[in-house]
């Protein structure tokens, strides 16, 4: 609690008084944001319950300092339309200050992401392919109903759909023609078609409005737009259903939280680069080594780490298997044909050559261009070692490679392999998976309480504030201050 408010009042808060147009009413902006942090120390997430403390907790009643408590409906207008402008910010500066303890030291991030449960219902999904689907569907019956109703109305066949609408609500009026529902009731023909096209007209923006929010997902949620399906590692059900999250990364230095970031991707590969991007922005450094597991591999991630003078600790995809003999002893992967550089072909294991013959390029999210290049020789005939070597249908192998890949990845497979490599590799598991089981599991926060990204994130920042202020606490009882890497045991 003391240390809580000691943290919390040297921090500049300059950007969270900005958010006001007035000086507050009740509480302090700096009192509200003390209360927060303590209350996400002390594992209560929920606006009421926060509430509630502040009547009855007299830690609560300490921070207020004779200040009213603060209702629910205050709580949540503060985190949603003040915080949420500021806590980045603030967070950043916690970082900023733990720097200069010397507790992060900007040497070794530990990157990870884990995905966490919206605030939103399991069955409001949206799949982009359904609303494709529907969309070209909807487009031939309007096409349809257009040719018949230019027919009966003598309309021009160019007419839009819109226009049509127009036309024949122009005609109701001018006849004075009563609209009529209910059982019983007889529709004339220019009714049904009014309304028919009414539904088409609805529809039809319905679905462009899904299509504006998909953006590069594939599916989205209607009570939180911004939450996309994806599986998560807590399957109720067991049976693999797919139910609305966020993929959220973190960065972790010395134990700390460094970095935070919420992301609609599914998988983690994507996430990096923006992820690290928004790290150097906020603190105007960049770590020297980043580690991660084999689902941050690419060929543009580790561009981006050579681009930026960062050493590469990623975990090749194919790391453990590379590492079994039947891997190393087989002679048809790529990896084990002999290359020759300058005339660009490889050899198989019958002697023949696979030559270059095409290569392609696409250009991914963050700007990036990847060049596959395709090999292949002419025909594989008796070869004896036709069955073990390849089961095109062509008669020939065709491999395609991506040689950035390859050979980053032979670099990242000896830096891993190295004395620092493995020791922080083993701190990556400690670390920042340490992290996400204490948020989990301690913390007990598996779901948000809150819905929109933005809120999302206010949310997982307050978390991580909570959580650096408590391991500072728990590092100094300890002392282990300055300690940045858990040693590695020899076996």
Known sequence: MFEVAEICESLDYTELFNTYLRSW????????????????MNRKFSSREIESLCKTDIRFMWLLNGEPGPSASTIVRFQRGHLAEAIEGLFYQFVEKLYKMGEVKFNNLFVDGTKIEAYANKYTFVWKSAVEKNLVKLEKNIDTLLSVLSERYGFSENISLEDCYESLLCQAQWINLVFVSGKGKHKTQLQRDIELLKEYIDKKAEYCSHLGKFGNRRSFSKTDTDATFMHMKEDYMRNGQLKPGYNIQI????????????????????????FLNRIKKHTNRKFENIVADA???????????????????????????SKKRSYKAN???????????????????????????????????NG?????????????????????????????RTVKVNQVILEHRSKALEALTSEEGALLRMNRTIQVEG?????????????????????????????????????LCNRTKKGRIGLDLFALNAS
Not at 310 to 315: D, G, L, P, V
């Open 331 to 365: 002679p048809y992967t790529v990896e084990n044909m002999p290359y020759d550089a300058k005339r660009d072909e490889y050899t198989c294991p019958n002697g023949r050559k696979l030559k270059f013959r095409r290569e392609s390029k696409k250009a991914t999210e």
């Open 25 to 40: 009413r009740k509480v302090n902006p700096i009192t509200m944001f003390e209360i927060l942090v303590f209350a996400y």
């Open 435 to 471: 992290v996400f089981g204490v948020l989990k599991e301690d913390y007990g926060f598996r779901r948000f309480l809150t819905r929109g990204k933005k809120n999302v994130e206010t949310q997982f920042f307050l978390l991580a504030f909570a959580l650096n202020i408590e391991k």
């Open 295 to 321: 689902g941050y591999e690419s060929s543009e991630n580790y561009l981006y780490l050579e681009e930026n003078g960062q050493n590469c600790f990623i975990k090749p995809q194919n790391y453990e298997i």
């Open 251 to 274: 960065g972790v230095e010395s134990e700390y939280i460094v970095g935070v970031g919420s992301f609609s991707n599914r998988t983690d590969v994507n996430t990096l680069i923006p």
């Open 368 to 396: 990036y261009t990847i060049s596959t290049k395709y090999y292949s020789n002419d025909k594989c005939g008796r070869c004896p070692h036709k069955d073990k070597c390849h089961r095109s249908k062509v008669g020939y």
